[in-house]
Nanobody, 123 residues
Protein backbone atom coordinates (compact mmCIF):
# COMPACT_ATOMS: atom_id res chain seq x y z
CA UNK A 1 0.00 0.00 0.00
CA UNK A 2 1.06 3.55 -0.75
CA UNK A 3 -0.42 6.65 0.82
CA UNK A 4 -0.16 9.90 -1.13
CA UNK A 5 -0.83 13.40 0.17
CA UNK A 6 -0.80 16.38 -2.18
CA UNK A 7 -0.27 19.99 -1.13
CA UNK A 8 0.57 23.35 -2.63
CA UNK A 9 -2.58 24.18 -4.54
CA UNK A 10 -4.27 27.56 -4.37
CA UNK A 11 -5.48 30.61 -6.23
CA UNK A 12 -3.07 32.39 -8.56
CA UNK A 13 -3.34 34.96 -11.31
CA UNK A 14 -2.66 34.05 -14.92
CA UNK A 15 1.07 34.08 -15.59
CA UNK A 16 1.87 33.13 -12.02
CA UNK A 17 3.50 30.01 -10.58
CA UNK A 18 2.72 27.28 -8.08
CA UNK A 19 4.61 24.24 -6.88
CA UNK A 20 2.65 21.15 -5.98
CA UNK A 21 4.08 18.49 -3.69
CA UNK A 22 3.02 14.89 -3.17
CA UNK A 23 4.40 13.05 -0.17
CA UNK A 24 4.36 9.26 -0.27
CA UNK A 25 4.57 6.65 2.46
CA UNK A 26 4.15 2.92 2.81
CA UNK A 27 6.45 1.53 0.13
CA UNK A 28 9.96 2.00 -1.23
CA UNK A 29 9.55 5.33 -2.98
CA UNK A 30 12.52 5.03 -5.31
CA UNK A 31 10.92 2.04 -7.07
CA UNK A 32 7.70 3.86 -7.88
CA UNK A 33 6.64 5.42 -11.15
CA UNK A 34 4.81 8.68 -10.39
CA UNK A 35 2.46 10.95 -12.24
CA UNK A 36 0.39 14.09 -12.00
CA UNK A 37 -3.10 14.22 -13.47
CA UNK A 38 -5.80 16.87 -13.32
CA UNK A 39 -9.56 16.95 -13.53
CA UNK A 40 -11.65 20.01 -14.31
CA UNK A 41 -15.38 20.12 -13.56
CA UNK A 42 -17.34 18.06 -16.06
CA UNK A 43 -14.22 16.64 -17.65
CA UNK A 44 -12.30 13.39 -17.40
CA UNK A 45 -9.06 13.08 -15.52
CA UNK A 46 -6.22 13.97 -17.86
CA UNK A 47 -2.51 13.31 -17.88
CA UNK A 48 -0.18 16.18 -16.97
CA UNK A 49 3.28 14.74 -16.31
CA UNK A 50 5.04 11.55 -15.26
CA UNK A 51 8.43 10.63 -13.86
CA UNK A 52 9.65 7.06 -13.82
CA UNK A 53 11.78 5.40 -11.20
CA UNK A 54 14.90 5.86 -13.33
CA UNK A 55 14.10 9.56 -13.75
CA UNK A 56 12.80 9.83 -17.30
CA UNK A 57 9.88 12.22 -17.73
CA UNK A 58 6.86 12.75 -19.98
CA UNK A 59 4.57 15.75 -20.35
CA UNK A 60 1.24 16.53 -21.91
CA UNK A 61 1.60 18.85 -24.88
CA UNK A 62 -0.55 21.45 -23.14
CA UNK A 63 1.98 21.89 -20.31
CA UNK A 64 5.27 21.19 -22.07
CA UNK A 65 7.72 24.02 -21.49
CA UNK A 66 5.69 25.42 -18.58
CA UNK A 67 5.52 22.57 -16.05
CA UNK A 68 8.36 20.51 -14.60
CA UNK A 69 8.00 17.25 -12.69
CA UNK A 70 10.75 16.15 -10.33
CA UNK A 71 11.27 13.75 -7.46
CA UNK A 72 13.30 13.69 -4.28
CA UNK A 73 13.74 10.06 -3.23
CA UNK A 74 15.32 11.10 0.07
CA UNK A 75 12.14 12.97 0.98
CA UNK A 76 9.71 10.50 -0.63
CA UNK A 77 8.19 13.42 -2.51
CA UNK A 78 7.31 14.24 -6.09
CA UNK A 79 6.88 17.83 -7.22
CA UNK A 80 5.14 19.66 -10.03
CA UNK A 81 6.52 23.13 -10.70
CA UNK A 82 3.93 25.07 -12.69
CA UNK A 83 4.94 28.32 -14.38
CA UNK A 84 3.13 30.67 -16.76
CA UNK A 85 -0.19 29.39 -15.50
CA UNK A 86 -3.29 29.85 -17.62
CA UNK A 87 -6.98 29.86 -16.65
CA UNK A 88 -7.36 26.55 -18.52
CA UNK A 89 -4.96 24.97 -16.01
CA UNK A 90 -7.69 25.31 -13.37
CA UNK A 91 -8.49 21.85 -12.01
CA UNK A 92 -8.06 19.48 -9.12
CA UNK A 93 -4.57 18.02 -9.42
CA UNK A 94 -3.96 14.41 -8.38
CA UNK A 95 -0.77 12.53 -7.71
CA UNK A 96 -0.61 8.87 -8.75
CA UNK A 97 1.85 6.08 -8.04
CA UNK A 98 2.46 2.59 -9.35
CA UNK A 99 5.08 -0.10 -9.14
CA UNK A 100 4.12 -1.48 -12.54
CA UNK A 101 5.91 -0.85 -15.80
CA UNK A 102 3.97 1.25 -18.30
CA UNK A 103 3.85 4.44 -20.29
CA UNK A 104 2.81 6.50 -17.29
CA UNK A 105 0.38 8.59 -19.31
CA UNK A 106 -2.85 6.70 -18.63
CA UNK A 107 -4.72 6.94 -15.34
CA UNK A 108 -5.53 3.23 -15.47
CA UNK A 109 -1.83 2.43 -15.06
CA UNK A 110 -1.77 3.87 -11.53
CA UNK A 111 -2.69 1.87 -8.45
CA UNK A 112 -2.60 4.60 -5.82
CA UNK A 113 -3.98 8.14 -5.77
CA UNK A 114 -3.93 11.09 -3.45
CA UNK A 115 -6.97 13.11 -2.46
CA UNK A 116 -6.19 15.97 -4.85
CA UNK A 117 -5.38 19.64 -4.46
CA UNK A 118 -7.30 22.49 -6.09
CA UNK A 119 -5.51 24.85 -8.46
CA UNK A 120 -7.43 27.91 -9.61
CA UNK A 121 -5.97 30.35 -12.12
CA UNK A 122 -7.79 33.66 -12.49
CA UNK A 123 -7.67 35.70 -15.69
Amino acid sequence: QVQLVESGGGLVQAGGSLRLSCAASGRTFSNLNLGWFRQAPGKEREFVAAIRWLGSTSYADSVKGRFTISRDNAKNTVYLQMNSLKPEDTAVYYCGATGRVGTGIFAREYDYWGQGTQVTVSS
